[in-house]
């Protein structure tokens, strides 16, 4: 009897200790297992708001009104395999003094880092430029980073001015001014950078530039209200300049002023070949006609030009009517000859 209960007690404690370490040991593992999956879940979520955290403050650069200093902005999402965007704005016109100005602009960019390639930069720049605040802020732009490991873009800002600035990621600029970094901007493997003086010529400084081509396969109506320059960027008041040879299916000229058919009035006064040999002894050129210095100083107006051809055209048929009838009559004449000495 005495042995039938010590193998009973013996059994049972034995049970609740097998029992007992089964359930340490499940909590044991589960715990290991919910502190691997918190661990990983905070590195995900650090990862996530170091990388995708917008960034949003403001910057002073200092130096000289009148010069524009070299700016560097990283590409803080190189590595994240996407293109960075930047906004710099000043929304009151009137920070850093009375009708200092005002500035809406966004950079898109991806520098191409040691050469890798695929790098751009869009920009998108609305200044409120008026009589009242003429200042221009943005002098340009620029990827240095062919030869090295900068990872960022360069944008020249206006000295002694105030600005804010948002990003997709996390970047401070790096601003040298001669008074928180040291000029020139030292680029390994390349030029150093300074102050600019003069806005350069690609910069739209309302409007859209970008470094790349550009397909539009609408089959609606493009409207351009403003100048259309192509290979140069002063349209010197023309609707169209371009600067180089181009191909036209066809051209037709509008409504050409006066055109020349006044030639063939009765009373139209057509100069005596003597007084055009005489003019054209003189001045080396048709009368009416724009002179060679003319042309090359000021170029030619295809229309104006035209009108003056077809009226020299004109002429130049008068002249052939009055010469035929001139050798008419001598023909005439000759014939009568030729009959009074047969007979």
């Given at each position: 009897?005495?042995?039938a209960?010590?193998?009973f007690?013996?059994?049972?404690?034995?049970r609740?200790?097998?029992?007992?370490l089964?359930?340490?040991?499940?909590l044991?593992?589960?715990?290991?297992?919910?502190?691997r999956?918190?661990?990983?879940?905070?590195?995900?979520?650090?990862?996530?708001?170091?990388t995708?955290?917008?960034?949003?403050?403001?910057?002073?650069v200092?130096?000289?009104?009148d010069?524009?200093?070299?700016?560097?902005?990283?590409?803080?999402?190189?590595f994240?395999?996407?293109a960075?965007?930047?906004?710099?704005?000043?929304?009151?016109i009137?920070?850093?003094?009375?009708?200092?100005?005002?500035?809406?602009?966004?950079?898109?960019?991806?520098v191409?880092?040691?050469?890798?390639?695929?790098?751009?930069?869009?920009?998108e720049?609305?200044?409120?430029?008026?009589?009242?605040?003429p200042?221009?802020?943005?002098?340009?732009?620029?990827?240095?980073?062919?030869?090295?490991?900068?990872?960022?873009i360069v944008?020249?800002?206006?000295?002694?001015?105030?600005?804010?600035?948002?990003?997709?990621?996390?970047?401070?600029?790096?601003?040298?001014?001669?008074?928180q970094?040291?000029?020139?901007?030292?680029?390994?493997?390349?030029?150093?950078?300074?102050?600019?003086?003069?806005?350069?010529?690609?910069?739209?400084?309302?409007?859209?530039?970008?470094?790349?081509?550009?397909?539009?396969?609408?089959?609606?109506?493009?409207?351009?209200?403003?100048?259309?320059?192509?290979g140069?960027?002063n349209?010197?008041?023309?609707?169209?300049?371009?600067?180089?040879?181009?191909?036209?299916?066809?051209?037709?000229?509008?409504?050409?002023?006066?055109?020349?058919d006044?030639?063939?009035?009765?009373?139209?006064?057509?100069?005596?070949?003597?007084?055009?040999?005489?003019?054209?002894?003189?001045?080396?050129?048709?009368?009416?006609?724009?002179?060679a210095?003319?042309?090359?100083?000021?170029?030619?107006?295809?229309?104006?030009?035209?009108?003056?051809?077809?009226?020299?055209?004109?002429?130049?048929?008068l002249?052939?009517i009055?010469?035929?009838?001139?050798?008419?009559?001598?023909?005439?004449?000759?014939?009568?000859?030729?009959?009074?000495?047969?007979?």
């Open positions: 009897m005495v042995t209960l010590l193998f007690y013996i059994f049972a404690v034995s609740f200790i097998i029992r007992s089964t359930i340490t040991h499940i044991m593992n589960f715990r290991l297992f919910l502190s999956k918190l661990t990983a879940i905070v590195v995900l979520l650090t990862f996530a708001l170091n995708h955290a917008q960034t949003k403050a403001s910057f002073r200092e130096g000289d009104l010069k524009f200093y070299p700016v560097l902005f990283t590409d803080c999402e190189w994240n395999n996407k960075t965007e930047l906004e710099i704005g000043r929304s009151d009137h920070v850093d003094g009375k009708w200092r100005g005002s500035l809406m602009s966004k950079f898109r960019y991806h191409t880092n040691w050469g890798n390639g695929a790098n751009f930069i869009d920009a720049i609305n200044e409120g430029i008026t009589a009242d605040s200042n221009e802020f943005i002098a340009g732009w620029g990827d240095p980073t062919g030869g090295n490991a900068l990872n960022g944008i020249w800002l206006r000295g002694n001015t105030t600005y804010n600035y948002s990003c997709t990621c996390t970047m401070t600029p790096y601003i040298y001014d001669g008074v970094n040291a000029l020139p901007m030292a680029v390994p493997d390349d030029a150093p950078l300074t102050y600019k003086t003069a806005i350069d010529p690609y910069v739209q400084s309302n409007g859209v530039s970008s470094g790349r081509n550009m397909t539009f396969n609408g089959a609606g109506t493009n409207v351009f209200m403003g100048s259309m320059v192509i140069t960027y349209a010197n008041g023309y609707k169209l300049a371009v600067n180089g040879n181009a191909i036209f299916g066809k051209v037709t000229v509008k409504n050409p002023a006066n055109w020349p006044y030639v063939f009035a009765s009373d139209y006064q057509l100069p005596s070949l003597h007084e055009l040999d005489k003019f054209i002894r003189q001045h080396k050129h048709l009368p009416g006609t724009p002179t210095t003319e042309i090359s100083d000021n170029g030619q107006d295809i229309a104006a030009l035209q009108v003056i051809q077809q009226q020299k055209i004109e002429e130049l048929t002249y052939l009055k010469l035929n009838k001139e050798l008419e009559d001598q023909r005439e004449k000759i014939k009568v000859l030729e009959e009074r000495l047969k007979k």
